[in-house]
């Protein structure tokens, strides 16, 4: 599985900013993929998850109502689209597979998203 994160940036707050993860490699219908992100002096969380139909899908509480994640299958990729984006959005986000959801075993190499007030 190889992961290709792109589309982070520098906005400012309130805007709305698209990421991109190209997935090739092994897929498989119980997969699971994910956005990650880990912002400067902290731990790497969780931001949302989807499954292989793109009909289950889990987001944090800090991005809930502001984030989407979906996917295009026939393209293999995976988009979080983030709107309203806040100061505390910063971070470097993390794209990733997991064969069931449980662990994810393969990352993307991260993209930069940096919110100023």
């Known amino acids: 599985v190889q992961l290709q994160a792109s589309g982070g940036g520098s906005v400012q707050a309130g805007a709305s900013l698209r990421l991109s993860c190209k997935h090739s490699?092994?897929?498989?219908?119980?997969?699971?993929m994910g956005w990650f992100r880990q912002g400067p002096g902290k731990e790497r969380e969780e931001v949302a998850t989807?499954?292989?139909?793109?009909?289950?899908?889990h987001y944090a509480d800090s991005v809930k109502d502001r984030f989407t994640i979906s996917r295009d299958s026939g393209k293999n990729l995976l988009h979080l689209q983030m709107n309203n984006v806040k100061p505390e959005d910063t971070a470097v986000y993390y794209c990733?597979?997991?064969?069931?959801?449980?662990?994810?075993?393969?990352w993307g190499q991260g993209t930069l998203v940096t919110v100023s007030s």
């Open positions: 990733a597979w997991s064969p069931d959801g449980y662990q994810f075993q393969y």
């Open positions: 490699g092994r897929r498989q219908t119980t997969e699971v």
């Open positions: 989807i499954n292989w139909s793109g009909s289950s899908w």
